[in-house]
T-cell receptor, first 113, second 115 residues
Framework: GESVGLHLPTLSVQEGDNSIINCAYS??????FIWYKQESGKGPQFIID?????DKRQGQRVTVLLNKTVKHLSLQIAATQPGDSAVYFC????????????FGAGTQVVVTP | DAGVIQSPRHEVTEMGQEVTLRCKPI?????LFWYRQTMMRGLELLIY????????DSGMPEDRFSAKMPNASFSTLKIQPSEPRDSAVYFC?????????????FGPGTRLTVL
């Protein structure tokens, strides 16, 4: 996962544009990945997940892409809205360690009008 | 569904005091997780239960921390004695079953401040 630090990476996006949030993971045994959204003062909220036997999965306005070769995960948000402003976390787990989700440090998305 | 319920939402206490955080998982969920979130360390899994039995507590920082799940609808995380470095947001999460689909549903969290 991403290194943990005092300051979250920030992605500033104009309303209506598409957002791409990236996540690098280090465990090649990870086979299940989840994106969570955390708004200020709230708990993480499930957005979308993907298994390692897939390279793309689409939801409502969101798409997750998985590149196992370079251990990279991305979340694309189409037509970003002010309500999309939040911290986005990727999380991973592996066979035999389900439940032990490893969370990345998160990316702060700020949607500007 | 009410979702995962945690109480209190905010707790301010003094160093050395006992703190008890409470969680009610989503009805029917048989896995329950306790996490801690800080700016420095992000989200860390402390312990998780399956059918009220602790499965993995390797994330519990030290003996000052203990967690119980006396029944399927209630769990507690206790810190005794509390220290300023325990200040964090503590989340409880639950999931229906632990398979490939590892969707955990989080509560709103308890913000703990130890003075």
């Amino acid at each position: 996962g991403e290194s943990v630090g005092l300051h979250l990476p920030t992605l500033s996006v104009q309303e209506g544009d598409n957002s791409i949030i990236n996540c690098a993971y280090s465990n090649s045994a990870s086979d299940y990945f989840i994106w969570y959204k955390q708004e200020s003062g709230k708990g993480p909220q499930f957005i979308i997940d993907i298994r390692s036997n897939m390279d793309k999965r689409q939801g409502q306005r969101v798409t997750v892409l998985l590149n196992k070769t370079v251990k990279h995960l991305s979340l694309q948000i189409a037509a970003t809205q002010p309500g999309d402003s939040a911290v986005y976390f990727c999380a991973e787990s592996s066979l035999g360690s389900w439940g032990k989700l490893q969370f990345g440090a998160g990316t702060q998305v700020v949607v500007t009008p | 569904d009410a979702g995962v319920i945690q109480s209190p939402r905010h707790e301010v206490t003094e160093m050395g005091q006992e703190v008890t955080l409470r969680c009610k998982p989503i009805s029917g969920h048989d896995y329950l997780f306790w996490y801690r979130q800080t700016m420095m360390r992000g989200l860390e899994l402390l312990i998780y239960f399956n059918n009220n039995v602790p499965i993995d507590d390797s994330g519990m920082p030290e003996d000052r921390f203990s967690a119980k799940m006396p029944n399927a609808s209630f769990s507690t995380l206790k810190i005794q004695p509390s220290e300023p470095r325990d200040s964090a947001v503590y989340f409880c999460a639950s999931s229906l079953w632990l398979t490939e689909v590892d969707t955990q549903y989080f509560g709103p969290g308890t913000r703990l401040t130890v003075l």
